[in-house]
């Protein structure tokens, strides 16, 4: 198996974003290997989110289109609920609810299940 079990994963590159595990609403995740301007540039370029500092935010709004085109539980709209109202009860939601704080680790090698490239 890849990635991290129970967590809904963003890999970004400089040619995109992917949104992987999507099922699993019990947490979010992004996996680069960018760093610093080129992070910056890639998130911008995917309209996926902002760094600010040493935090990445991702837009939710892009997030969940992402994911619900490639959701499969029943119940997803609901775990997807959940999961922000978690983000919003530890402080990890923007003011505006339109962004996520979410942590930040390596390219995990192992091909994406489930993966659709977004459109950059």
Known sequence: M?????TVIVRLTAAGAIVRDVDD????????????????AA????DTGVA???H???DLAMLRTRAHLLATAQDWPA??????????DEGRLSADGRSVQ???????????RRARPAAT
Do not use: N, Q
């Open 43 to 46: 998130l911008l370029t995917t």
């Open 102 to 112: 979410v942590s930040v680790g390596p390219l995990d090698p192992g091909p994406p």
């Open 79 to 88: 775990r997807w609920a959940a999961m922000v109202r978690r983000a919003r």
């Open 25 to 40: 609403c019990s947490a979010l995740h992004l996996e680069t290997d960018l760093e610093g301007a080129k992070l910056r």
């Open 56 to 58: 990445v935010w991702l």
């Open 52 to 54: 600010d500092g040493e």
């Open 2 to 6: 890849y990635g991290i079990i129970g």
